[in-house]
């Protein structure tokens, strides 16, 4: 037996039951009895006794790398907003708790329960794929939360991202006004909310400026890290079918992309451009240099330390920013246009 199992059985929320046991005053007496009486029939123990009252606050701020398969520590993009995120909220006043997520898949406890086990005076949610069903039970909880690349809408949280459908038009926009018209797109065949809208945005793009959309340009690769994206691009490179560019959905996936053609002998940019996604560090130095989507690492993570704040104070309700992205022009794909790329002789003029 567990909270979830009891909250099945008494017809609530987890959040219900866990604030039950935890001695929260905002629950109907009718309610608890009828909750107690479900743990007692059940032989349900708690395994933290009921406090008197509710305990002020931690000063704790739960930090969430959510998903089955879920992003991590080494994923550049998230830790560098994580890292921007623990030092605003540090400016005011706050340590953070790192979850695991392998304890949920191992015993069945969910955040929600973790969080008030914890007494977490807010939580940060970062995305990754497959997101667990107990997400949304501390989405819709009273814990203020803020979500990076996942869209949450309980009355206590926010959200906050980049534009996902800005950063799809930007490509297609640099690649069109630079001549290129067969363009592909690499991404994961995990599809997370945030893959989803830039995929679907890219094909939008195409049609916008009447590019051709071949689903043989598409294509999927296993997971986000390079390894993936290698695998995948050498599949397409055996296919026969390339296109002039490529728009890879994050940096690693364009990492993995390059390393395949250099293999291949296919040159970049000559051959086919490749434009990536995320503008971490690294992209300054692969040969050749990727250009790429920039997306304002240090202001997501310091904005939702600020929103997080205003949440847990009460000072606003929940609601979402797209910051806006911005496009960084490196070796990979420059700005000549590709009918200017072979230099004039005397005979042109």
Request: glycine share 6%.
């Amino acid at each position: 037996m567990n909270m979830k199992t009891i909250a099945k059985l008494a017809g609530v929320s987890v959040s219900t039951v866990s604030k039950i046991i935890h001695n929260y005053p905002d629950v109907g007496e009718e309610t608890k009895k009828h909750v107690l009486k479900i743990m007692e029939e059940n032989g349900y123990q708690p395994s933290k006794p009921a406090k008197l009252a509710p305990i002020a606050k931690s000063q704790l701020i739960g930090v969430i790398f959510a998903g089955k398969l879920n992003v991590d520590f080494r994923h550049p993009f998230f830790i560098e907003v994580i890292n921007a995120f623990k030092k605003q909220i540090g400016i005011l006043g706050y340590d953070v708790l790192l979850f695991s997520n392998e304890k949920f898949l191992t015993n069945g406890e969910d955040y929600l329960a973790r969080c008030l086990h914890h007494n977490v005076d807010g939580c940060i949610i970062i995305a990754g794929d497959e997101l667990e069903p107990s997400i949304n039970d501390l989405d819709q909880s009273d814990i203020p939360c803020i979500g990076v690349d996942i869209e949450l809408r309980g009355n206590n949280s926010a959200y906050i991202m980049s534009d996902n459908k800005k950063i799809a038009s930007k490509v297609i926009e640099h690649f069109y006004i630079n001549g290129y018209r067969e363009v592909g797109y690499l991404g994961t065949d995990r599809k997370s909310g945030v893959m989803q809208t830039r995929e679907e945005a890219f094909r939008e793009a195409l049609n916008n400026f009447a590019m051709p959309i071949r689903e043989e340009w598409f294509v999927y690769s296993k997971g986000f890290e390079e390894a993936y994206g290698y695998e995948a691009t050498k599949a397409w490179i055996a296919a026969g079918s390339l296109p002039k560019a490529l728009f890879a959905a994050s940096d690693l996936l364009a990492f993995g992309a390059l390393r395949a053609f250099r293999e291949h002998r296919i040159a970049v940019p000559d051959e086919i451009a490749v434009i990536g996604c995320d503008d971490i560090e690294a992209c300054q130095y692969i040969t050749p240099t990727l250009t790429t989507i920039r997306q304002d690492k240090e202001r997501i993570g310091r904005l939702a330390a600020m929103m997080l704040f205003d949440l847990m104070n009460k000072q606003t309700q929940g609601s979402s920013i797209m910051v806006e992205p911005e496009l960084q022009i490196r070796s990979s794909c420059g700005s000549q246009p590709l009918w200017q790329t072979t230099a004039p002789t005397a005979q042109s003029y």
